[in-house]
């Protein structure tokens, strides 16, 4: 009988405690916590990365295209002996990759 007559007076200070933990818990912890904001902020910084590297890459092959469509011979020349593996009698081919 006591118990429960002093759970009574003191439910406002239990309630108080109960609400702290879970709201600390949930703000650490749960799904959008700070736990979760650092791992997405990570996923984020990489996609990002990633996105620049991706965008470096396509700039390069529109600069290839365009120096295809345009008719460069120099730049046909290349692709040319890269490819086959073409050179003259007097040419020494090395291969450096």
Do not use: W
């Amino acid at each position: 009988m006591r118990l429960i007559e002093s759970l009574k007076k003191k439910k406002f200070i239990l309630f108080n405690i109960f609400f702290t933990l879970y709201i600390s818990i949930n703000l650490i912890g749960g799904e959008r916590g700070l736990i979760s904001y650092y791992d997405k902020n990570k996923v984020y910084e990489g996609l990002k990365n990633k996105e620049k590297e991706i965008s470096g890459k396509l700039k390069d092959l529109d600069h290839k295209i365009a120096l295809i469509k345009k008719n460069d011979f120099d730049y046909l020349d290349m692709l040319y002996r890269e490819k086959f593996k073409y050179g003259t009698k007097d040419e020494i081919i090395i291969k450096l990759k």
